[in-house]
């Protein structure tokens, strides 16, 4: 096996497992539990094809399971304080996600806070709903209601200011790996500034492990030293191996 099988089997998880928990907990009989799975298997399935940054689609593929098996296990219920770290955690993820799929890749801190605190919204509105037309054992109580809009919105702040954290180291690596690449020869300007187009282009997706086309590759090495800098991936990161989507 190689190593991009190999990656792509550890991916499956990651991406999939959503989809198994919903159709296992419908074919015994847990409809409501199904559904809330179906959100989970939506979310994978956003993070992975919206290219995600693959630290970040882990982590919130995770945070969306634990949620999703915290509620079928009835840990809310069991233990009274489980649902302030689920609430902080996931919100703070999925706003990222919701923000770069809805506004665009490149999602300012406030863009991201904004989002969290739309989604804590809608989630409350969706818990209201929930126990007024599916069941009555929902929470609802108006402390519980104030308290996980407070930490859905201070999940998302945390979660801006990594993101932002995040694309402040890229772009000065970036502009450090652009300083480094000038030396005597001039390269040419066409070939330089397609070369940093497609480098823009795959920064979202730098730790990936994904590999550039050769044909870039090989139009980047034709155009000299610096476009050549300038081409190669942010971090070691982006320098594995090409994978095969699941």
Do not use: K
């Given at each position: 096996m190689t190593a991009?099988?190999?990656?792509?089997?550890?991916?499956?998880?990651?991406?999939?497992?959503?989809?198994?928990?919903?159709?296992?907990?419908?074919?015994?009989?847990?409809?409501?539990e199904a559904a809330v799975a179906m959100l989970v298997a939506l979310a994978q399935v956003v993070g992975w094809r919206s290219r995600l940054p693959l630290a970040?689609?882990?982590?919130?593929?995770?945070?969306?399971?634990?949620?999703?098996?915290?509620?079928?296990?009835?840990?809310?219920?069991?233990?009274?304080?489980?649902?302030?770290?689920?609430?902080?955690?996931?919100?703070g993820l999925l706003a990222v996600l919701v923000a770069r799929v809805v506004r665009s890749r490149e999602v300012s801190a406030a863009e991201v806070v904004v989002t969290g605190a739309v989604l804590a919204a809608?989630?409350?509105?969706?818990e209201l709903a929930g126990h007024h037309w599916v069941d009555p054992a929902v929470h609802i109580a108006?402390?519980?209601?104030?308290?996980d809009l407070i930490v859905a919105l201070g999940g998302s702040a945390v979660a801006?200011?990594?993101?932002?954290?995040?694309?402040?180291?890229?772009?000065?690596?970036?502009?450090?790996?652009?300083?480094?690449?000038?030396?005597?020869?001039?390269?040419?300007?066409?070939?330089?500034?397609?070369?940093?187009?497609?480098?823009d282009r795959r920064v979202d997706g730098d730790d990936r492990g994904e590999e550039q086309d050769p044909g870039?590759?090989?139009?980047?090495?034709?155009g000299g030293a610096h476009a050549a800098t300038a081409e190669r991936c942010i971090d070691d990161d982006n320098c594995g191996p090409s994978s095969t989507v699941p």
């Open positions: 991009g099988q190999a990656r792509a089997v550890a991916l499956l998880p990651v991406r999939w497992s959503g989809l198994g928990l919903s159709a296992g907990l419908a074919l015994t009989g847990h409809g409501v970040w689609e882990v982590a919130t593929s995770a945070a969306c399971m634990v949620a999703a098996i915290s509620s079928f296990l009835l840990l809310y219920e069991r233990i009274p304080w489980w649902d302030v770290p689920v609430h902080t955690v996931l919100n809608v989630w409350e509105l969706m108006p402390a519980d209601t104030a308290l801006a200011l990594l993101w932002r954290r995040r694309r402040s180291a890229h772009q000065q690596h970036r502009d450090e790996r652009h300083e480094q690449g000038r030396g005597s020869e001039t390269p040419d300007p066409a070939r330089h500034r397609a070369a940093l187009r497609g480098h870039e590759q090989e139009q980047q090495e034709s």
